[in-house]
């Protein structure tokens, strides 16, 4: 049993963006050697997540607009009162409620276990940013 770890980084140029990490993820993974095991993708923001979902071009911009309807940046949010970096993103830690800080992916044969339309995606809540990065952690033997 081998455990592996590996970041990537990555900028954002949107203030809610959803980047497709799919092939950064499966290069990990296959340079790894790892035949079966367990990968967990994990944000290192409270900010930004992760999700697994289908990439299509205009689903892509519905989720980026749900997102920004469902809760607006405009709100009356108490945490904009007194920010800790100067940034009044209450709304990007309140989206943060309802997407994966993490997402757990079998791999077997040395692939991961996805279903034909999925993708992996960092999802930016509070950008644009310069450097954000996810944490991989691969689990599993040859």
Known sequence: MRVLRHRIVLATTA?????DVTESVRAFVTASG??????????????????VNEREPQLQRDMVTF???????DGDWLHNLSTVDGRDNAHS????LFVNA?????????????????????????????????????????
Do not use: C, Y
Request: hydrophobic share 45%.
């Open 34 to 51: 790892v035949r079966d095991g367990l990968l967990t993708v994990t944000s290192l923001h409270t900010t930004a997540r992760v999700n």
């Open 93 to 96: 830690h309140l989206l943060g």
């Open 67 to 73: 997102l920004k309807r469902l809760v607006p940046r």
């Open 15 to 19: 203030p809610i963006e959803i980047v």
């Open 102 to 142: 993490a997402e757990t992916i079998p791999v077997a044969d040395g692939a991961l276990v996805m279903g034909e339309w999925q993708s992996i995606f960092f999802v930016e809540l509070d950008g644009p940013r310069d450097t954000r990065a996810l944490e991989l952690q691969l689990i599993g033997s040859d």
